[in-house]
């Protein structure tokens, strides 16, 4: 039953990762390679907010929030107003620039000995203790960003995030601003990304620059390319699958280091075909990155 819940938590954790992401890349066109950057920042702030300042959990998550949305903007501001890979490679090269301030910065984040010891969450007196407890808590907070997304991508706005990915020029000529448009999605999807890390970090109680490299910013972006990629319901599979796939190699008896070989063999495989025979993936409208 706990393995169960511990796996249940993870799927909460990714759904909230790559609806966020789709909704930047999904429904508005943007692909993002810098994700796990925003993952990694939510994580980062409640941490240090939780051992060196001692504040509750309430207080932390939304200051994650805050910090990964201002990064949002300083880096989507500048970068949104160029297209297609050269936007790619901003957001590659704010990856790395993340993970490599993570992993030097020593004095403020221990590098590679990463942030051990981060403090059970407290929400409104109650302390989150037990795995169920936490259960609940990761659904409350998926709940809510899915709502958000919802409410974004059925809304007016919505449809003008879904004209910019369709024809961003003719986005332009019948008068909306683009620019401001794409910046606003930008940040908004790196403010909710920043919720799952945030869960992360309290979660595994450890955080370390390791668990938000590139490739996890590869694993979001297979997510939402699996699940469908302008697809509500599509990161939300995307997860499922994807999250559960290597658990069930456990029932295998594989040892760890074959297991994780034959893990990324699965993840590989997956995107070839699925790009190959169903670009739109399980539930998308769209091909992704068209």
């Given amino acids: 039953m706990e393995y169960l819940i511990h796996i249940l938590i993870l799927i909460g954790i990714y759904i909230i990762l790559s609806s966020s992401l789709n ?3 999904g429904y ?3 692909i993002s390679i810098a994700h796990a950057s925003f993952y990694a920042i939510g994580a980062y702030v409640v941490a240090l907010m939780a051992l060196k300042l001692d504040t509750p959990f309430i207080l932390n998550v939304p200051c ?3 910090l990964a949305a201002s990064l949002g903007f300083i880096i989507g501001a500048p970068s949104l107003r160029i297209r297609d890979d050269y936007f790619v490679i901003v957001t590659f090269g704010f990856q790395i620039l993340t993970f490599t301030v993570l992993k030097n910065w020593n004095s403020l984040t221990r590098g590679a000995l990463g942030l051990p010891g981060i ?3 407290v929400v409104f007196g109650l302390k989150i203790s037990s795995l169920i407890s936490f259960l609940i808590l990761t659904i ?3 709940i809510i960003t899915l709502l958000i997304i919802y409410r974004v991508t059925h809304s007016p706005y919505g449809r003008i995030l879904k004209a910019i990915r369709e024809d961003e020029v003719f986005a332009q000529a019948i008068g909306k601003d683009v620019s401001s448009h794409k910046i ?6 790196a403010g909710l990304a920043s919720i799952a890390g945030s869960l992360h970090a309290y979660y595994i109680s450890f955080i370390d620059p390791s668990s938000f490299t590139v490739m996890e910013s590869i694993f979001i972006i297979s997510i939402v390319i699996i699940g469908g990629a302008g697809s509500f319901w599509g990161a939300i599979i995307g997860s499922i699958i994807l999250v559960m796939l290597p658990e069930m190699l456990r029932f295998i008896g594989l040892p760890a280091s074959i297991a994780a070989n034959i893990r990324q063999i699965l993840y590989g495989g997956m995107l070839v075909v699925f790009m190959i025979w169903r670009p739109q993936g399980f539930m998308g ?5 068209d």
Avoid: D, E, M, W
């Fill in 28 to 30: 508005t066109g943007l």
């Fill in 64 to 66: 994650a929030i805050l």
């Fill in 23 to 25: 909704l930047i890349a």
């Fill in 184 to 189: 606003i999605v930008f940040i908004l999807g």
């Fill in 285 to 289: 409208k769209y091909t992704f990155g």
């Fill in 119 to 121: 403090p059970q969450p």
């Fill in 140 to 142: 409350f907070l998926c």
